[in-house]
């Protein structure tokens, strides 16, 4: 399993920035993708998930309204669009996937991740 983020980059606070993860490997249908992010000193922290099949979605209470996960079937690859971007979002942003249907937060649950795209929103 591969899965590549890309999107990443500096942005005004306000503005939006979208992020791809091109997944490949495998059959993801069963598969739940998320999206975690990591600040300077700070743990992992789960951000949105998506499922693969059906597209229930689930977002942190801190993004909830500002982001939206999305998936394009066709493309194998998950979207994560960010809008009304603040300071405190500045992170290294992972995609990552697990095999199933739940929704879990937590990262260890995660078996599958990407290489890490940095979004730096500036005030």
């Known amino acids: 399993v591969q899965l590549q983020a890309s999107g990443g980059g500096l942005v005004q606070a306000g503005n939006s920035l979208s992020l791809s993860c091109a997944a490949s490997?495998?059959?993801?249908?069963?598969?739940?993708m998320a999206w975690f992010r990591q600040a300077p000193g700070k743990e992992r922290e789960f951000v949105a998930s998506?499922?693969?099949?059906?597209?229930?979605?689930n977002y942190a209470v801190s993004v909830e309204g500002r982001f939206t996960i999305s998936r394009d079937n066709g493309k194998n690859t998950v979207y994560l669009q960010m809008d009304s971007l603040k300071p405190e979002d500045t992170a290294v942003y992972y995609c990552?996937?697990?095999?199933?249907?739940?929704?879990?937060?937590?990262?260890?649950?995660?078996?599958?991740w990407g290489q890490g795209t940095l979004v730096t929103v500036s005030s």
């Open positions: 490997g495998r059959d993801f249908s069963n598969y739940v």
């Open positions: 998506i499922r693969w099949s059906g597209g229930t979605t």
């Open positions: 990552a996937g697990r095999a199933g249907s739940s929704a879990v937060t937590s990262p260890s649950r995660y078996a599958y």
